[in-house]
């Protein structure tokens, strides 16, 4: 499958965020947006960090935002926000944040192959850089190999 498609209302450039809490409910609220998730997947994200840390900054300047399938997931999705400032996480390495990632997936063998290609996408340094500088939706897709639909 690799990454679900990424929708208009799933991208958003430029966002205000005062702390990671922020920046997580910035990528909720565009996995909501796009129909993908409920209100309840963005509070599990935010659960998520603050249970097991910033684990979710999985490079510099990148986090990867998500939380285990269950019902508040009404289909794959798949969010990106950059963040006018960069916003710290609380990670000893990869701080601050520019770029975050939404993931949401319906069932558990998805959500494998999606971290698999994130995993594959960021193998490359620059991406994180170019999907900070991105204007437009259309250029976040085309940098991440994805569709509309």
Request: aromatic share 4%; charged share 15%.
């Amino acid at each position: 499958m690799g990454l679900p498609p990424l929708p208009d209302p799933a991208v958003v450039l430029g966002a205000s965020a005062s702390s990671w809490r922020d920046a997580l409910r910035t990528a909720g609220g565009a996995l909501v947006a796009s129909g993908s998730t409920t209100d309840a997947y963005t509070d599990a994200m935010i659960a998520m960090v603050e249970q097991h840390g910033a684990y979710i900054v999985i490079s510099p300047g990148l986090a990867f935002a998500h939380a285990r399938p269950g019902s508040s997931v009404l289909r794959d999705g798949l969010a990106v926000v950059t963040l006018a400032e960069p916003v710290v996480f609380g990670h000893p390495h990869n701080d601050p944040v520019s770029v975050v990632l939404g993931l949401a997936v319906a069932e558990v063998g998805t959500h494998l192959e999606s971290i698999g290609a994130i995993a594959n996408l960021f193998n490359d340094p620059t991406v994180t850089s170019r999907l900070a500088e991105a204007t437009d939706a259309d250029q976040v897709r085309s940098i991440m190999g994805v569709s509309t639909t």
